[in-house]
């Protein structure tokens, strides 16, 4: 009866029935029943702006190298405080129109940054702009393409109080009589970005990490006498996309720490409370995020101690307990 | 005492390299923890000992026997001798004298004749039958009566194919020397992130597709014993699958992107077309199958008839809308973009290595039945595995368990597979240092076992953590697209093609092809497999993540360098299809009057 070797059919139809079978039962009904899932209460919805962001996310092929998912495993706590779960799409992977699909957001390769939360990592608007102008106006050492198509030059004389100027160095435009503006894409896109943040939990718990035990540290630093992580590390992670690894910041951009009066003071509390609560009294820089969610009191020690004795910096350490003071002064005792 | 010695280090490196050393007792390490090393290495000692005694009480018995029996040999001798008479002794001891008094004359293989071939032997006349660079290979043989409508096909397939091949892989190229020089220059149609895509689409569904389709066509027919069901349909599906990649293409470069999914850039009335190329192919040979002269249906038939089902339904899967809302498109995109590589490309390149790797050994295949297993195991383990490209994900847990025990299943296809090809090239090997075919597949063969086997393991957790949203997925990815299906296809082509239109490709150039593609392979794939462990040990220890993008940067450079190379190859390659079929002028011979009347 079942004679594959001399009746084509029998062959052709079991071979079509037992692959339709396993892909139902591996593939469609999983994802048919994943798509019953609800948004977190904290989750806000996307804003139309954000929805056109998405959309220039996906045809510019940023999913090739950024991903959007934080795996359950420690070596991702990087890239935000839990891991992902599916109720964290729930906005953004929809069906886009009648003739794309809902993007592929968790990605495959992380070439760049996984951007699940970048919105909290980096929520300056100016910083993404001369970014995404080109990436190596800020990080010197990025590979991520430029997208000079997202702005436009215009005539300085033009510029009106609606338009968003970017900064850019003389290093990479160098005509004093234009200026770059952002086009209506790049400033969707950007909104978009900054809407990539991790909702928090109801109730506050925090689901796990799988626990990867750590490596001894092989030599003792002197931060590490005073029982702090390692603040240099820190400060590339966290600070020097903006006030880059020289301590230079940019000029038209965000300021320098080398020589900063404010980071030499013997007195540190501005210095800490500024990182904690973000900066905009200065309006030839950027607005500086506040920091105090995302950082501990020992690496807010640590990367005030690395700014204070780096690139001709020369400061008294100060230590978390230092931190904490401040913190609890900043903070309203309800919180 | 070798092995004991090897094993110790062996094991103090293991645990030492491995981040996950536990430092507390759990059970995930289990096999790291001293009291498991040291049983391990007091076994092997046991197992050792053991080997070495039984070895030797083996070879004491082997040797007593062969002495019992040289023993009754030299009385056997001693007997004859002293049975024999004088007059046969001198006889014998007369004709060994003649024997070692023998020399050569020294004209032996020459005379004062002049050469001739009165049966039309000799191919090649040469003056240096020592070449030091390069090799002879044998001549391809007998070309093979075929309909001129079907060559035709063939060489408009393969020739689409190849055209596709010189573009994807100089955007592949080119997308890869933007790791290098990111500011190269800034328009919006060639950067990365919408390149990428077209790279990737057009080796596959340009390249792949079109040549497996195009070999096929030949592989139906033959093994059927009839012809094509329908010269037309053929066409109109070369039309759609080029009108396809090229729409495709053009509008992934203007942005216009179905979704970022991998494999799944074409927006659906794109997609819609190369569906349809699928479905009239694949009626087109099953109609001829079902037409077959002969009543079995070759093994290579089964292959590629399922696997073009196949892929209509992996197709339709992926494109219909109702269950790809929000995780739903994940679990979809890991199914679908495994099961494009593993439903269309392996499967149907399998199909063809069932026939084109027997025909160019002239022998059959060594076993049919292990065809037989690995067809159906491919069905299963293959499509199930799709979601270990999202271990730690979101996703349910089940599914991806499910996928990595599938993934260690898929050990049982491939060794099948491997096992069968290489026992059929068993007893050939002087065939392949001979041949200019033969060794694309060998290399084929040999990356089937290595690629897929390792792409299984790349499925475990473990090394899912290190390696994964690494560049060693795309190591891993060009050690299969490119090591398995792409020489494979190569081999495919230069064994059918001479035999068709009767021309061969300049040796040397054939031997350019495949070691430029060799090296140019190995070179890639090895500085992406370094760099991304490097990359993912980095992640591991929690460095900032620019540290990572630094230090790949030697990596991209060799990468790009294994690119050029690859590159390289594939325009000889398209120069050796030239030679295979371009079409030379007949030749204006003089004509005699004599014969012209006879004509007339």
Not at chain 1, 242 to 265: E, M, R, W, Y
Not at chain 2, 184 to 195: I, Q, V
């Amino acid at each position: 009866m079942f004679n594959f070797h001399k009746d084509h059919r029998t062959l052709i139809n079991t071979a079509l029935a037992g692959f339709l079978l396993l892909s139902l039962g591996i593939a469609v009904l999983p994802a048919y029943q994943m798509q019953d899932v609800e948004p977190l209460p904290s989750q806000p919805l996307l804003t139309e702006q954000q929805l056109k962001g998405l959309s220039i996310y996906i045809s510019e092929g940023c999913v090739a190298c950024h991903t959007q998912q934080v795996r359950s495993i420690e070596m991702d706590k990087m890239w935000g405080g839990r891991p992902s779960m599916p109720s964290d799409y729930y906005f953004s992977k929809q069906r886009m129109d009648i003739w794309r699909q809902s993007p592929s957001l968790l990605g495959s390769e992380r070439t760049g940054p996984d951007l699940t939360n970048i919105g909290k990592r980096q929520p300056a608007e100016q910083w993404h702009l001369l970014h995404l102008y080109n990436p190596r106006t800020v990080v010197s050492e990025s590979v991520m393409p430029a997208y000079p198509w997202l702005f436009e030059t215009k005539d300085a004389s033009e510029i009106s109080d609606n338009d968003v100027t970017v900064p850019v160095g003389k290093e990479f435009f160098n005509d004093a009589s234009q200026q770059i503006v952002a086009t209506e894409d790049a400033l969707a896109l950007i909104a978009y970005l900054q809407s990539l943040k991790q909702a928090e939990l109801p109730g506050g718990t925090t689901p796990a990490f799988i626990a990867s035990a750590k490596k001894a540290p092989a030599n003792a630093t002197a931060e590490q006498a005073l029982d702090l992580p390692d603040g240099a590390s820190l400060y590339t992670q966290t600070c020097a996309a903006c006030h880059q690894t020289t301590g230079k910041g940019l000029p038209g951009a965000f300021p320098p720490l080398s020589g900063s009066s404010i980071v030499n003071d013997a007195n540190y509390e501005l210095l800490v409370k500024i990182i904690l609560q973000g900066y905009d009294a200065r309006s030839e820089f950027g607005q500086m995020p506040a920091f105090a969610s995302q950082l501990t009191n020992e690496q807010i020690a640590a990367i005030a101690n690395h700014e204070r004795n780096s690139w001709g910096n020369s400061a008294a350490k100060i230590s978390a307990e230092d931190v904490k003071k401040i913190r609890e002064m900043v903070t309203p005792a309800n919180d | 005492m070798k092995f004991k010695q090897l094993s110790l280090p062996l094991f103090i490196c293991l645990a030492s390299s491995t981040p996950l050393a536990a430092q507390s007792v759990t059970t995930d390490n289990w096999y790291m923890s001293p009291g498991i090393i040291g049983t391990f290495i007091l076994i092997t000692i046991v197992l050792f000992i053991a080997v070495i005694t039984l070895t030797a009480r083996l070879n004491d018995y082997v040797g007593k026997l062969k002495k019992r029996k040289q023993a009754r040999q030299r009385l056997a001798f001693a007997e004859e001798l002293i049975g024999l008479e004088a007059g046969e002794i001198d006889a014998i001891l007369q004709k060994r004298k003649a024997a070692l008094q023998y020399h050569l004359e020294g004209n032996e293989l020459g005379s004062d004749l002049d050469a001739e071939d009165s049966h039309g032997l000799i191919d090649k006349v040469t003056s240096e039958p020592e070449n030091p660079f390069f090799d002879e290979k044998k001549k391809t043989p007998i070309s093979l009566e075929t309909p001129w409508e079907l060559k035709k096909i063939i060489i408009y397939y393969l020739g689409a194919a190849v055209c596709w091949l010189l573009v994807g892989t100089l955007v592949g190229q080119y997308a890869g020397m933007k790791f290098v020089w990111p500011d190269m220059e800034h328009t919006s149609w060639l950067s990365f992130g919408r390149l990428r895509p077209v790279h990737t689409n057009t080796v596959f569904w340009g390249w792949a597709s079109m040549a497996m389709i195009g070999l096929a066509y030949f592989v139906i027919a033959r093994t059927s014993n009839t012809t094509i069901h329908s010269y037309k349909k053929a066409w109109i599906a070369w039309g759609l699958f080029n009108l396809s990649v090229l729409l495709g293409n053009i509008c992934l470069m203007a942005g216009i992107n179905n979704g970022g999914g991998e494999y799944r850039e074409f927006i659906w009335p794109v997609m819609l077309l190369f569906a349809a190329g699928l479905f009239i192919t694949f009626r087109n040979f099953y109609l001829t199958v079902a037409h077959r002269k002969i009543s079995e249906i070759y093994i290579s038939n089964w292959f590629i008839l399922a696997s073009l089902t196949w892929t209509i339904i992996l197709v339709l899967i992926a494109y219909l809308p109702f269950y790809q809302n929000g995780l739903g498109e994940t679990i979809i995109q890991g199914y679908y973009m495994h099961q494009g590589v593993g439903m269309w490309f392996m499967t149907f390149s399998l199909g063809l290595v069932y026939y084109y790797l027997p025909f160019s050994l002239n022998k059959p295949i060594y076993s049919y039945s292990l065809g037989v297993l690995a067809f159906w195991t491919q069905m299963l383990f293959y499509t199930l595995i799709g979601t270990h490209h999202f271990v730690f994900s979101p996703l349910p847990w089940w599914l991806q368990t499910v996928a990595i025990v599938f993934s260690a299943g898929m050990f049982i296809p491939v060794v099948t597979g491997t096992t069968n090809f290489l026992m059929t090239m068993k007893g050939s090997w002087n065939h392949i240092s001979k041949s200019y075919v033969l060794p694309f597949f060998l290399v084929g063969v040999i990356f089937y076992f290595v690629g897929s086997t390792q792409g299984s393991l790349q499925a475990f957790r473990f090394t899912n953590f290190v390696w994964h949203f690494t560049d060693f997925n795309v190591a891993h990815s060009h050690m299969t697209m490119y090591g398995i299906i792409t020489f494979i296809l190569w081999g495919c082509i230069y064994h059918i093609l001479p035999k068709l239109t009767d021309k061969e490709p300049p040796q040397i150039l054939v031997g350019a092809h495949f070691w430029m593609a060799f090296i140019g392979l190995f070179a890639y794939m090895v500085s992406l497999m370094a760099g991304g462990t490097l990359k993912g040990l980095s992640w591991i220890d929690g460095h900032p993540f620019i540290e990572s993008v630094i230090l790949m940067k030697p990596f991209w450079v060799w990468r790009a360098i294994g690119g050029s190379l690859m590159f390289v190859s594939h325009i000889i390659f398209a120069l050796n299809f030239y030679y295979m079929v371009k079409k030379e002028a007949p030749a204006e011979l003089p004509v005699s009057n004599h014969l012209k009347k006879i004509v007339a």
